[in-house]
Nanobody, 116 residues
Framework: QVQLVESGGGLVQPGGSLRLSCAASGSNFRLNRMGWYRQAPGKQRELVATITSGGSTNYADSVKDRFTISRDNAKNTVYLQMNSLKPEDTAVYYC??????????WGRGTQVTVSS
């Protein structure tokens, strides 16, 4: 069974940092693009950042220069380092992966709350 399991969410004060992790398992096929999306209450899910298997990255304008996406291909894991967090970053963060011969898979999400 292919799955993505996120971890690292929590409550943090404005200006603080968190690091999210997402581990992929259940298939030996190649993981292509991986990414993070988020959904705030009452809003649509939006892209945060993506990274290809070769390391090319893409970021939403709202998180550029604050968030960094990276991956460890040997561990089938993608990370999201979030710095200078703002209250508007509060959302459920979802991991997404494009798996060869499997298709797109979503994680269950991890809550990030930025509040004083």
């Amino acid at each position: 069974q292919v799955q993505l399991v996120e971890s690292g969410g929590g409550l943090v004060q404005p200006g603080g940092s968190l690091r999210l992790s997402c581990a992929a398992s259940g298939s030996n096929f190649r993981l292509n693009r991986m990414g993070w999306y988020r959904q705030a209450p009452g809003k649509q899910r939006e892209l945060v950042a993506t990274i290809t298997s070769g390391g090319s990255t893409n970021y939403a304008d709202s998180v550029k220069d604050r968030f960094t996406i990276s991956r460890d291909n040997a561990k089938n894991t993608v990370y999201l380092q979030m710095n200078s967090l703002k209250p508007e970053d509060t959302a459920v963060y979802y991991c997404n992966a494009d798996w060869a011969y499997v298709g797109q898979i979503w994680g269950r999400g991890t809550q990030v709350t930025v509040s004083s």
